[in-house]
């Protein structure tokens, strides 16, 4: 079994900036993908970024270029470095990885003001 657990949310202005970071831990597993999803209020969830344990990246085109992937192996982390943030990036968002399954984190609130 894997837990993911997310952090660095909170509530920030629009045209700022927020780093998330996603740990899953256990034992006996290999994780192939990690990344993110999010999901605004009244709406679904929505694709944001993933990463491969190679480091081959995967973004939404509504966050190409504002939001950055990245990843630690060794620690099993990911990390969302979110620039430039606008209010429909407010959401709350979640951490996955994928194994022979996916494991969710429990979420973290992104909130933009303007």
């Known amino acids: 079994q894997v837990q993911v657990v997310e952090s660095g949310g909170g509530l920030v202005q629009a045209g700022g900036s927020l780093r998330l970071s996603c740990a899953a831990s256990g034992s006996g597993f290999s994780i192939n993908l990690m990344g993110w999803y999010r999901q605004p209020p009244g709406k679904q969830r929505e694709f944001v970024a993933r990463?491969?344990?190679?480091?081959?990246?995967t973004y939404a085109d509504s966050v190409k270029g504002r939001f950055t992937i990245s990843r630690d192996n060794a620690k099993n982390t990911v990390y969302l470095q979110m620039n430039s943030l606008k209010p429909d990036d407010t959401a709350v968002y979640y951490c996955?990885?994928?194994?022979?399954?996916?494991?969710w984190g429990k979420g973290t609130l992104v909130t933009v003001s303007s």
């Open positions: 990463i491969s344990s190679g480091g081959s990246t």
């Open positions: 996955f990885a994928l194994t022979g399954q996916n494991y």
